[in-house]
């Protein structure tokens, strides 16, 4: 194994953790710390391939927890409509700019998450009163960067952080959103001629992972707690996206 493969294989499965625990993540994490070794467009559909099979498989097992009223009526009609967007412009765009845009955006969202995580703590501010309905921009939004990067992930838990969501019901429907949009965004990679042999065999070897990566992230989520481990995610993700943008 060279030093390549070990360093995707470890940027792999620190995702499927992340995301088997929290609900979201894996493509945020991967894509980003993968893109300072490879080009975007070649790291990109590996990732979201490697997405399926563990969404799926939390999906299924938590399928009782899913909110299909949420899923259904309140995120996927607005979030399909960014995501076609979003796919339809990553075909376009090159890769220098792909990559610089990329590590803007992530750098932006890691910043929002650390100001909000240390202002809850140092000011010891309540969470707000909730509200009925995910904020609709944001959701559009995560639409347009899960179509553009497949990444839509942080945009979307801040649509929906003012919803009073039960923690296993918000990680199964974020899983079955992950696995729907990837399964879209995955055939139009296909089809559109993204793939090559030597992705393929990556993607056939780093799918290993997922078993492992799903338990560790099961076990962290009924375990441990969620504060510690979301700044050190979001610490890694800034110093990631500055690489990208001064790389």
């Known amino acids: 194994m ?17 995301q088997t625990m929290t609900g979201f993540g894996f493509n945020v994490v991967a894509v980003t710390l993968g893109a300072l070794l490879l080009p975007i467009k070649l790291w990109l559909p590996v990732v979201v391939a490697l997405n399926l099979p563990m969404s799926a498989w939390v999906a299924w ?6 909110d299909w009223s949420l899923l259904l009526r309140q995120i996927l009609p607005i979030m399909g409509l960014g995501f076609i ?5 990553a075909f376009v765009l090159s890769g220098s700019w792909l990559r610089t845009s990329f590590g803007v955006l992530v750098v932006l969202l890691a910043l929002r ?6 202002g809850l703590r140092a000011q010891g501010v309540t969470n707000p009163a909730p509200q009925t309905q995910p904020a609709r ?3 559009l939004l995560a639409g347009l960067v899960q179509g553009l990067y497949a990444s839509g992930g942080p945009l979307l838990v801040h649509a929906l952080a003012r919803l009073d969501i039960p923690r296993a019901r918000f990680r199964a429907t974020l899983m079955t959103i992950w696995f729907s949009l990837n399964l ?11 793939w090559t042999a030597d992705m393929g065999l990556r993607a056939a070897w780093l799918v290993l992972l997922v078993p492992p990566g799903i338990w560790l992230g099961d ?7 969620e504060r510690g481990f979301a700044v050190a995610v979001q610490l890694v993700l800034l110093a990631a996206g500055l690489a990208l943008v001064f790389g």
């Open 137 to 139: 921009p944001w959701v």
């Open 2 to 18: 060279s030093e390549l493969d070990l360093a995707l294989a470890l940027i792999v499965l620190a995702g499927l953790v992340i």
């Open 61 to 66: 097992r938590h399928r009782d927890s899913i």
């Open 85 to 89: 967007a979003g796919g339809a412009a």
């Open 219 to 225: 076990w962290l989520h009924h375990h441990a707690s």
């Open 184 to 194: 879209v965004l995955s055939l139009a990679y296909l089809l559109g001629g993204f």
């Open 113 to 118: 998450e650390l100001l909000r995580l240390s």
